[in-house]
């Protein structure tokens, strides 16, 4: 008999790792991992561009700075023990008016406190020396910037836990939390599982999923749809390695780029327009729960007053190519609308306090309640530091143990 079991509830990459993790350094723990989709990492993990971000845009001291950084040198280690892909083929971040020369400086300096390796500042020649078909002023480049497939990664975790005596229970939608005796009750329709403690890593239901635990019901959860174009096959080698523009500091997005990706195609993307269901990857999909619970949230609309301008040029991107592609034109001129079709569209769990605040950094975990810890924002580098958020969260689970 184990000493103890815990329960996580959600497969993506945080979840499984946090599992990995708790399974691996707390022997004589049982670990079980509640999923209610038939496979693991089916939504932000399996849509994520396969990016392992180095840490240049995060605010010194933040979550996110710290657990990025750690996460990189995890998973690049990880990686290489397990032969999964892991290429660095390096980011340029490109300014391509003067006006962004001040946050591209800014940007810098960041990355210099999060001890991001070996980035430099670049001329206009030394971009096209690096991405001969690139646009830019000037640049900074980071040549340790990586793509993997987290999808692959995370079945990885996922049988590192089933070989050290865990459970990934597939087709298992949690529709009860309830606190009993000793323990946790976790439901799924007339299914009940008792465990002795219970991590919420819900990714997109991470808010509707702690409602069941009787926790907070803010920060909620506001879906962004990404939607990727895809150069075509005789046009990827314009593209050598990542190219990002200088990103708008008002916003938890990086704006459109160019991401080659570990299987050689390259993706231009993506945008962030508002998704009408919280696994909204296509236009049509439209859940009116979603809907509802969107329109009845204050910060919804407090949202919208501030950023409706930028919302509209979103979506007129999303609906025609030609706009889509006018942004990306900057970065490598000699790509257009006739070089892409239709990608994928991945959707983020956006974390949106009361106020209409965009959440930036991670919050985990961001309560704990009894034997009830909460994931309630991890959205991108949450992949990146997918090991040492787990990492953090097992301290934080066992610090009364």
């Known amino acids: 008999m184990a000493d103890e079991t815990v329960g996580v509830v959600g497969a993506g990459i945080v979840g499984l790792a946090t599992a990995r993790e708790i399974a691996l350094s707390r022997p004589g723990t049982r670990v079980v991992v509640f999923e209610k989709e038939p496979e693991v990492s089916r939504h932000q993990t399996g849509h994520n561009s396969g990016v392992v971000h180095a840490g240049i845009y995060y605010t010194p001291g933040s979550l996110k700075a710290d657990l990025c950084v750690r996460g990189v040198a995890l998973l690049r280690e990880y990686c290489q023990d397990r032969r999964l892909p892991y290429q660095e083929i390096g980011k340029l971040v490109v300014a391509v008016r003067e006006d962004e020369l001040g946050r591209m400086e800014n940007l810098y300096q960041r990355a210099r406190n999060n001890h991001v390796p070996e980035l430099r500042r670049i001329s206009r020649e030394e971009i096209r020396e690096l991405e001969p078909h690139a646009g830019g002023i000037a640049a900074l480049h980071s040549p340790r910037t990586a793509i993997t497939d987290y999808p692959a990664v995370?079945?990885?975790?996922?049988?590192?836990?089933?070989?050290?005596?865990?459970?990934?229970?597939?087709?298992?939608?949690?529709?009860s939390i309830a606190t009993v005796a000793g323990g946790i009750e976790v439901g799924s329709g007339q299914d009940r599982v008792r465990v002795d403690r219970l991590i919420l890593c819900a990714g997109l239901q991470s808010d509707s999923v702690a409602r069941l635990a009787q926790d907070r019901p803010e920060p909620r959860i506001i879906p962004f749809r990404g939607e990727y174009m895809l150069l075509r096959p005789d046009?990827?080698?314009?593209?050598?390695?990542?190219?990002?523009?200088?990103?708008?500091?008002?916003?938890?997005?990086?704006?459109?780029?160019?991401?080659?990706?570990?299987?050689?195609?390259?993706?231009?993307?993506?945008?962030?327009?508002?998704?009408?269901?919280?696994?909204?990857?296509?236009?049509?999909?439209?859940?009116?729960?979603?809907?509802?619970?969107?329109?009845?949230?204050?910060?919804?609309?407090?949202?919208?007053?501030?950023?409706w301008r930028t919302g509209v040029k979103e979506y007129r991107g999303s609906f025609f190519a030609s706009a889509f592609m006018k942004d990306a034109g900057q970065y490598v001129p000699?790509?257009?609308?006739?070089?892409?079709?239709?990608?994928?569209?991945?959707?983020?769990?956006?974390?949106?306090?009361?106020?209409?605040?965009l959440v930036d950094d991670f919050r985990i975990p961001w309560a704990r309640f009894g034997r009830i810890t909460a994931v309630r924002n991890a959205p991108s580098p949450a992949a990146t530091a997918s090991m040492a958020i787990a990492e953090h969260i097992t301290a934080v689970v066992f610090e009364d143990a």
């Open 235 to 307: 046009r990827t080698d314009l593209v050598r390695g990542l190219i990002y523009p200088v990103p708008d500091p008002r916003y938890p997005f990086l704006g459109v780029h160019f991401t080659p990706r570990v299987d050689g195609s390259v993706e231009v993307g993506p945008n962030a327009v508002l998704a009408l269901a919280r696994e909204g990857y296509r236009r049509s999909r439209i859940s009116p729960r979603d809907l509802l619970g969107l329109a009845a949230y204050p910060g919804a609309w407090k949202m919208a007053a501030q950023h």
């Open 154 to 175: 995370a079945r990885a975790f996922a049988r590192d836990v089933v070989a050290s005596g865990g459970e990934v229970r597939l087709g298992f939608p949690v529709t």
């Open 334 to 357: 000699e790509v257009g609308v006739r070089d892409v079709v239709r990608g994928g569209a991945g959707v983020r769990a956006q974390a949106l306090d009361r106020d209409g605040t």
